[in-house]
């Protein structure tokens, strides 16, 4: 299996911050990175496939890059609906999930 | 829009088999797309549990490999999850997602389910 590793598991900032959360894989998986927001009591969403196209529908402060084994995901502009977990989702081979980034409000 | 549903007891007794139902709707379950169980403990992260192509083909987590079938209903458009021999680790809310094929991302969930595992 490949490991996905995400720093920080938890992060507190404020609302316009700028905000990077890391996800490092165990060997290379190119660019199959997908990254996800969930909020408490729902389904996670689809932010960022392949590194970094944006979902249809996802707003243009959220931004991934990266490949190999290490990727990012940024959010520009912190807005209140941000304060989520986000989670980073290799497909290079059977699906593994990253633990987890809480991003809490300071 | 797709949508997916999923169905199931909340409650299961150890040592039993969880059976769970997604519905979906908006889309054909034969459209290329992988079709996937995928749940999460309380206050934890994400697990893969499986996933289902059309054609049959099938892949599950090694760690729950002998435990796990995945099976679809192309008359009812839908598609199924059992995992036997369940235990309090199984205790987790379940979700249904459709992984893209090509993309090996899960564009469309299910509100997902609770199922307690106990006496």
Redesign the interface.
């Known amino acids: ?1 490949i490991q996905m590793t995400q720093s920080p598991s938890s992060l507190s900032a404020s609302v316009g911050d700028r905000v990077t959360i890391t996800c490092r894989a165990s060997q290379s998986i190119s660019r ?1 990175l ?1 990254w ?1 927001q969930q909020r408490p009591g ?5 932010l960022v ?2 590194a970094s196209s944006l ?1 249809s529908g996802v707003p243009s402060r959220f931004s991934g890059s990266g490949s190999g084994t290490d990727f990012t995901l940024t959010i520009s502009s912190l807005q209140p609906e941000d304060f989520a977990t986000y ?1 980073c ?1 290799q ?2 081979s ?7 980034t809480k991003l809490e409000i300071k | 829009q797709v949508q997916l549903q999923e169905s199931g007891p909340g409650l299961v007794k150890p040592s039993g088999t969880l059976s769970l139902t997604c519905a979906v709707s908006g889309g054909s379950i034969s459209s290329n797309n992988w079709w996937s169980w995928v749940r999460q403990p309380p206050g934890k992260g994400l697990e893969w549990i499986g996933e289902m192509y059309h054609s049959g083909s099938t892949n599950y987590n090694p760690s729950l490999n002998s435990r796990v079938t995945i099976s679809l209903d192309k008359s009812k458009n839908q598609f199924s999850l059992k995992l036997t021999s369940v235990t309090a680790a199984d205790t987790a809310v379940y979700y249904c997602g459709r992984k893209s094929w090509s993309g090996g991302y899960y564009d469309y969930w299910g509100q997902g389910t609770l199922v307690t595992v106990s006496s």
């Open positions: 299996d199959s997908n996800y729902k389904a996670p969403n689809l496939y392949a979902q989670y989702q497909s290079y059977t699906p593994t999930f990253g633990q987890g």
